[in-house]
T-cell receptor, first 113, second 114 residues
């Protein structure tokens, strides 16, 4: 069962453009929503995360927008750079009980120089 | 500080063979996880552990077994490998605290079953 749906599957953006990746979740018990970045041949690494008590979190060029009522959250990469080319995964988990992470299917981002 | 280390990095198995993937973390994390990554499927949880001596099933546990005899190690076993188990396997660990649930991943093990 896919509890976190991610789109698009792939994305091509020009250097300096804005990359937007969307995720939707089903389980209202989720209360931690991280984004992971994965470069080829490497394991995923935490990029930025948000909790449902805020609607937006920004770290440098990376911003998470969170819509609790719609059960959706998105990653915005401003001024996209070729070095941002990677696969991005959204995820969701519950802080209570067991800390299982449910991941989206991933978005392969390519930023053209 | 090595973080999460997976052994081996690559392996080719014949159908029916068995093997064990080793994951070691040096961050004193309580929680450990095994995921498999397949094209278009993202990361799917195989098994996880919430502490030494405990294990639990994830989304896709069939054909795999795990053990957590020591807090720092989490082993994933394939008793009788099948071509459908060809994948990249990632181990991860986390502190599991409600204010700090970042998962740290290893570099992955690329397994091919022929």
């Amino acid at each position: 069962q896919q509890q976190v749906k991610q789109s698009p599957q792939s994305l091509i953006v020009q250097k300096g453009g804005i990359s937007i990746i969307n995720c939707a979740y089903e389980n209202t018990a989720f209360d931690y929503f991280p984004w992971y970045q994965q470069f080829p041949g490497k394991g995923p690494a935490l990029l930025i995360a948000i909790r449902p008590d805020v609607s937006e979190k920004k770290e440098g060029r990376f911003t998470i927008s969170f819509n609790k009522s719609a059960k959706q959250f998105s990653l915005h990469i401003m001024d996209s750079q070729p070095g941002d080319s990677a696969t991005y995964f959204c995820a969701a988990s519950k802080a209570s009980g067991t800390y299982k992470y449910i991941f989206g299917t991933g978005t392969r981002l390519k930023v053209l120089a | 500080n090595a973080g999460v280390t997976q052994t081996p990095k690559f392996r080719v198995l014949k159908t029916g063979q068995s093997m064990t993937l080793l994951c070691a973390q040096d961050m004193n994390h309580e929680y450990m996880y095994w995921y498999r990554q397949d094209p278009g499927m993202g990361l799917r949880l195989i098994h996880y552990s919430v502490g030494e001596g405990t294990t639990a099933k994830g989304e896709v546990p069939d054909g795999y077994n795990v053990s957590r005899l020591k807090k720092q190690n989490f082993l994933l076993g394939l008793e009788s490998a099948a071509p459908s188990q060809t994948s990249v396997y990632f181990c991860a660990s986390s502190r599991g605290h409600s204010m700090n649930t970042e998962a740290f991943f290893g570099q992955g093990t690329r397994l091919t079953v022929v």
